[in-house]
């Protein structure tokens, strides 16, 4: 019996002297929201096509319940592409019906999938309007609508939320919560760092084709640097800029934020601040994921 995951497992790729992916290893338990997050170019999509058997790894392995993705294995997959893979000329409610159909689905459950979905995600209205004539927003929706409605065991979406307004990345939000809550994992992309930090159990950084940070909000956030922020009003300008192990953030009026190198003591920074006259405000704050990201991105970056 299986366990639910989806696992990537020490998967590589190339494209002529481009090394795409680099040993990239990560799962995707079952009941789980993964947000997978790094630059244009970073190896995002190229994994999600391997996971769904679009591309084939050079080497590694990609298993669901703990066997090798087979043909049959990758009709449970709900996937969502980038590049949005809807027939334009088509009309909503026959196109999702033949996706169904496709993925095994007899023309009864097929249809009935459908109505449910378009009522869901509130593009009930448009099935009988060619793709072509919906709106962005509206064609995100029946995209997703087009992942879910062969009852996917696996949900790989490849940034969701672009485009959306605020009203339907709340519709998708919850969309994936409930499927999560149902015991299928859930991959997606998004450069939406906010929505990642608030919906994701667990959070990937990929750099380069390598996965560089992996692990809850939580745990990502407490291996960043500390920070601490000091508001002292009489400190001059650069009261800081000596201290041992500490980087300047940030000097903003009375306020200093600073960064903490391993072992200092933020006493002995303290004294330094108090040094300066009074100190109205001396905490310890973490980064979120919006820097934290910034901060892995940024080093070494190379593309």
């Known amino acids: 019996?299986?366990?639910?995951?989806?696992?990537?497992?020490?998967?590589?790729?190339?494209?002529?002297?481009?090394?795409?992916?680099?040993?990239?290893?990560?799962d995707v338990r079952a009941g789980e929201?993964?947000?997978?997050?790094?630059?244009?170019?970073?190896?995002?999509?190229?994994?999600?096509?391997?996971?769904?058997?679009?591309?084939?790894?050079?080497?590694?392995?990609?298993?669901?319940?703990?066997?090798p993705v087979?043909?049959?294995?990758?009709?449970?997959?709900?996937?969502?592409?980038?590049?949005?893979?809807?027939?334009?000329?088509?009309?909503?409610?026959?196109?999702?019906?033949?996706l169904a159909r496709l993925h095994g689905l007899s023309n009864g459950d097929a249809t009935r999938s459908m109505v449910e979905w378009t009522e869901r995600l509130g593009v009930d209205g448009r099935r009988d309007?060619?793709?072509?004539?919906?709106s962005l927003g509206n064609q995100q929706r029946v995209q997703l609508a087009a992942a879910l409605v062969h009852n996917p065991s696996i949900l790989v979406l490849d940034e969701p939320f672009s485009g959306l307004d605020p009203l339907a990345v709340e519709v998708m939000s919850k969309v994936l919560l409930d499927k999560?809550?149902?015991?299928?994992?859930?991959?997606?992309?998004?450069?939406?760092?906010?929505?990642?930090?608030?919906?994701?159990?667990?959070?990937?950084?990929?750099?380069?084709?390598q996965m560089v940070a992996n692990g809850t909000v939580d745990e990502l956030r407490a291996s960043g640097t500390t920070e601490i922020v000091?508001?002292?009003p009489g400190a001059p300008v650069g009261w800081a800029d000596r201290l041992n192990g500490v980087t300047v953030r940030s000097h903003d009026g009375v306020r200093t934020v600073l960064a903490l190198g391993d072992g200092v003591d933020d006493q002995a920074v303290l004294?330094?601040?108090?040094?300066?006259?009074?100190?109205?405000?001396?905490?310890?704050?973490?980064?979120s994921l919006t820097e934290l990201y910034r901060n892995v991105v940024t080093q070494e970056e190379t593309v």
């Open 70 to 98: 087979t043909l049959e294995t990758r009709r449970l997959i709900g996937y969502m592409p980038e590049e949005r893979g809807l027939y334009p000329k088509m009309k909503v409610g026959e196109q999702l019906v033949y």
């Open 271 to 287: 004294a330094a601040a108090l040094a300066t006259g009074p100190v109205t405000e001396f905490s310890r704050r973490r980064q």
């Open 230 to 232: 000091v508001d002292a």
């Open 1 to 26: 019996m299986g366990d639910g995951r989806l696992e990537i497992d020490a998967v590589s790729k190339r494209f002529g002297d481009v090394v795409a992916l680099r040993e990239m290893s990560f």
């Open 33 to 67: 929201l993964f947000g997978f997050v790094g630059s244009n170019g970073a190896g995002k999509t190229t994994t999600m096509r391997i996971a769904l058997g679009v591309l084939a790894a050079d080497s590694g392995e990609v298993r669901f319940d703990g066997q």
């Open 180 to 209: 999560a809550s149902e015991g299928i994992p859930v991959v997606f992309s998004s450069h939406q760092l906010e929505l990642v930090e608030r919906l994701c159990h667990r959070v990937g950084i990929i750099r380069s084709g």
């Open 129 to 134: 309007d060619d793709v072509q004539n919906l």
